[in-house]
């Protein structure tokens, strides 16, 4: 009985220990993670941001809100959406504002009739892939109208014969042409010379140029509303190359599209902070709507990436605004029309430039092998994307300087702020319905950039 009783007892000792050593481990624990967070104040926020930005991501590209095109009920869906995540972080509504809300105007392209566009050589019939292979030209105050043509076409791959066309002509411009040629002053001067071409196809990258909004048919801006223009289509390389090798054939198509005036909202939230000065962080959440086969373009990396960024900066600094600084957060629309919502803002006079440095998100969320791209273009911008670089690739991201021209940022560069976009050009799924987040976004890049920004803004 004795033994049984030591026996017993010596389990009881052995097993006291047991927890008190995993306590111990248990407190070292808890120490080390406490040490850590008060290091790195930081790496608390992890715990909850994927979860708020995944949250984000798939409300903003769901099938409700049809790919958020300034005009649509999609596009209001999303502005209801951003203005209500606002109000529960705790931003406050700017008095120029109406609870978040700046009303705007913008031009949208309506389709009417399906486009198309056909190339037939030889009894063969090469068709091609509206927005994918052609797209008309894109280009603000230029007007639009219905085009239908037929026709042999005109190869010009030479700077020296640029106006070297008749009236009725279809002419293909390549790239070797109009190379350092901006495309809406070339078009002016052919609109001077009194004579123009029925169509001019472009060789481009269209994805990369400019605005979204199309306008088929170019009119002189200064020009009389009464004369004419001329259709202007932009192609894809791979389309141009084909219509090149069969110089013979005869070209095919019709654009049937209109440009409608829409109204819609960009929405602003303000932290307030001791400080009088701070940032503001802009990202557009319109995207490219819904295509002619009645499939969506979520545009999950262009831009709700940005969007849900942007809510989850602003939730964090809300909780945790250490320099005390004051915060503008800008969630713009009608930037596929051409950058309407931020330009609006940037010219109001209503955010002090002087005391204002702006961060824009465009496609942040790429994978990691996709360059942040951070961009700049006067000198002060670009002392201060100087500055930023090597704290965005201190996550281990590929950051490195560009001039890239054809975001929110723009606006607020050339009314005079001090600005920089974190863009990541990934355009393999651009405005296309395969935008989405199991695609083309990278959740812990999203992480990597939201930490990015935090520290920006903290120093």
Not at 362 to 385: H, I, Q, R, Y
Request: charged content about 20%; overall charge negative.
């Amino acid at each position: 009985m004795k033994k049984i009783a030591k026996y017993v007892l010596g389990i009881t000792l052995l097993t006291i220990i047991g927890i008190i050593i995993i306590l111990s481990s248990q407190n070292v624990g808890q120490l080390e993670t406490t040490v850590e967070a008060v290091e790195n104040p930081i790496a608390s926020e992890d715990q909850w941001v994927k979860a708020e930005l995944l949250s984000h991501l798939i409300k903003l590209t769901s099938e409700e809100m049809g790919g958020r095109l300034i005009g649509t009920m999609g596009n209001q869906l999303a502005t209801d959406y951003i203005a209500e995540e606002m109000k529960l972080i705790g931003l406050e509504a700017p008095n120029f504002t109406n609870q978040y809300r700046m009303q705007i105007s913008a031009k949208t392209p309506v389709t009417h009739t399906p486009s198309f566009l056909e190339l037939t050589f030889d009894d063969q019939v090469f068709s091609f892939q509206f927005g994918t292979a052609f797209m008309p030209y894109i280009a603000r105050n230029y007007i639009q109208s219905k085009c239908a043509f037929e026709s042999k076409f005109k190869v010009i791959d030479d700077p020296e014969q640029l106006l070297s066309f008749n009236d009725e002509e279809v002419v293909l411009y390549t790239k070797s042409a109009i190379e350092g040629y901006r495309i809406d002053l070339l078009f002016n001067e052919v609109m001077s010379r009194g004579r123009h071409p029925r169509v001019l196809l472009i060789e481009s990258d269209y994805q990369h140029d400019g605005y979204f909004v199309v306008s088929p048919y170019v009119k002189d801006v200064t020009a009389d509303e009464s004369q004419d223009g001329f259709a202007v289509i932009k192609l894809s390389e791979s389309a141009t190359q084909l219509l090149i090798s069969h110089k013979e054939g005869v070209i095919k198509g019709e654009i049937d599209m209109s440009v409608e005036t829409v109204e819609g909202e960009s929405l602003i939230g303000f932290l307030d902070g001791p400080s009088d000065e701070g940032f503001v962080i802009v990202a557009h959440f319109d995207h490219a709507g819904t295509n002619q086969d009645g499939t969506y373009n979520p545009g999950a990396l262009d831009n709700a990436s940005g969007t849900s960024l942007l809510l989850a900066l602003a939730k964090g600094l809300s909780s945790n605004n250490p320099e005390g600084l004051d915060f503008y957060f800008v969630a713009a629309n009608g930037e596929e029309e051409g950058l309407v919502g931020s330009e609006k803002i940037a010219y109001s006079g209503l955010i002090d430039k002087t005391k204002f440095k702006v961060i824009n998100l465009d496609m942040v969320g790429a994978p990691l092998d996709v360059p942040v791209l951070v961009t700049a273009n006067t000198e002060s911008s670009k002392a201060f994307a100087d500055y930023c670089l090597p704290i965005i690739q201190a996550e281990a991201l590929k950051a490195m300087p560009s001039e890239l021209g054809s975001s929110d940022h723009v606006s607020f560069e050339t009314a005079g702020f001090v600005t920089i976009a974190l863009v990541q050009m990934d355009t393999r799924f651009y405005h296309t319905p395969s935008d989405t987040i199991e695609n083309a976004v990278d959740l812990e890049v999203m992480q990597r950039i939201y930490r990015s920004v935090l520290r920006i803004v903290a120093r």
